[in-house]
């Protein structure tokens, strides 16, 4: 069964600084998709970014970009330039693909991100 | 807007109460579920759907009943409310391709006393 992992249940960052979460994962197949989630306190779940599997080029939106290590099995999400809007708590996701005859999501257990001003 | 309208927002129930946590989604999206949040423990998922007639188990389906019989509708129906169903309940859609992701509704935080 697929497994994710985010082991620092909470970090900080200093204001304009870079901060990088981590995420692995254990699976036996080579086609799935990644995905980054943030939850700010409004409890909304926002897509940040996501990575198909079989694109080697890691996956960058604006000031978010992912460090996408198929062979390693992890998936860390770098923050660059962080800002107190940042805040939040950061969830990593795994989905097999529709091929697989499932469509669930697997969700780590999350880590929080405090922005120091 | 298209997107998950998850509705109350907020509920509190008494033990032994029953209620139904209303989803509906504007996407087309084949797949529906729902997970509830709990300190520490991240999204567990409850029940899912792949479509209109056809609904599963999750993690954590005890206490919970679904029914899908539109492509749009999951409600989620709490068949006698107990305190350790307090929690944050979230409904989410995704396409059947599941390449964009998770949409997410905006949660219901509800209490049972």
């Known amino acids: 069964a697929q497994t994710v992992t985010q082991s620092q249940p909470e970090m900080s960052v200093q204001e304009a600084e870079t901060v990088t979460l981590s995420c692995t994962y254990d699976?036996?197949?080579?086609?799935?998709?990644l995905f980054w989630y943030k939850q700010p306190p409004s409890r909304q779940m926002i897509l940040v970014i996501r990575q198909e599997a079989y694109k080697q080029q890691n996956a960058t939106e604006n000031r978010f970009s992912v460090n996408f290590q198929k062979a390693a099995k992890s998936f860390s999400l770098k923050i660059s330039d962080s800002q107190l809007g940042d805040a939040a708590m950061y969830f990593c996701a795994y989905r097999r693909p529709p091929t697989s005859g499932t469509y669930k999501y697997i969700f780590g257990t999350g880590t929080r991100l405090k922005v120091l001003a | 807007n298209a997107g998950v309208t998850q509705t109350p927002k907020f509920q509190v129930l008494k033990t032994g109460q029953s209620m139904t946590l209303q989803c509906a989604q504007d996407m087309n999206h084949e797949y529906m579920s729902w997970y509830r949040q709990d300190p520490g423990m991240g999204l567990r998922l409850i029940h899912y759907s792949v479509g209109a007639g056809i609904t599963d188990q999750g993690e954590v389906p005890n206490g919970y009943n679904v029914s899908r019989s539109t492509t749009e509708d999951f409600p989620l129906r709490l068949l006698s409310a107990a305190p350790s169903q307090t929690s944050v309940y979230f409904c989410?859609?995704?396409?059947?391709?599941?390449?964009?992701?998770?949409?997410f509704g905006s949660g219901t935080r509800l209490t049972v006393v």
């Open positions: 989410a859609s995704s396409p059947r391709q599941g390449r964009i992701g998770y949409t």
């Open positions: 699976t036996s197949e080579s086609d799935y998709y």
